[in-house]
């Protein structure tokens, strides 16, 4: 069981970046993708997660507006589209997979487990 996450790097404010996180190894269609990001200090917090089911997402207030999730099944791939970049962006970012309703949970609360995490790619936004 694998997830790989890439497309991090080093930005300036205000650019862009997209994400990648590629699964293999399980039934992709049992679970949905959450990304994922802890700053250095910080708690993780669920940034982002697309409903494989029927397409639906979910952002955090605090990326809402800015970056877009989106998945190609044919690809086992989803990717995070983060764009108008900021310095409180910077963070490690991962992307982890659960059935849906866990999905949604652990995104959006904190509490629950993701069953399979990715090793995370480090995304810093200079000012």
């Known amino acids: 069981v694998q997830l790989q996450a890439s497309g991090g790097g080093l930005v300036q404010a205000g650019g862009s970046l997209r994400l990648s996180c590629v699964a293999s190894?399980?039934?992709?269609?049992?679970?949905?993708i959450g990304w994922f990001r802890q700053a250095p200090g910080k708690e993780r917090e669920g940034v982002s997660y697309?409903?494989?089911?029927?397409?639906?997402?979910y952002y955090s207030d605090s990326v809402k507006g800015r970056f877009t999730i989106s998945s190609d099944n044919a690809k086992n791939t989803v990717y995070l589209q983060m764009n108008s970049l900021k310095p409180e962006d910077t963070a490690v970012y991962y992307c982890?997979?659960?059935?849906?309703?866990?999905?949604?949970?652990?995104?959006?609360?904190?509490?629950?487990?993701?069953?399979?995490w990715g090793k995370g790619t480090l995304v810093t936004v200079s000012s």
């Open positions: 982890a997979a659960a059935p849906p309703l866990d999905t949604m949970v652990v995104v959006t609360t904190g509490s629950g487990v993701m069953h399979y």
């Open positions: 190894g399980f039934t992709f269609d049992d679970y949905d």
């Open positions: 697309i409903r494989r089911g029927d397409g639906s997402t």
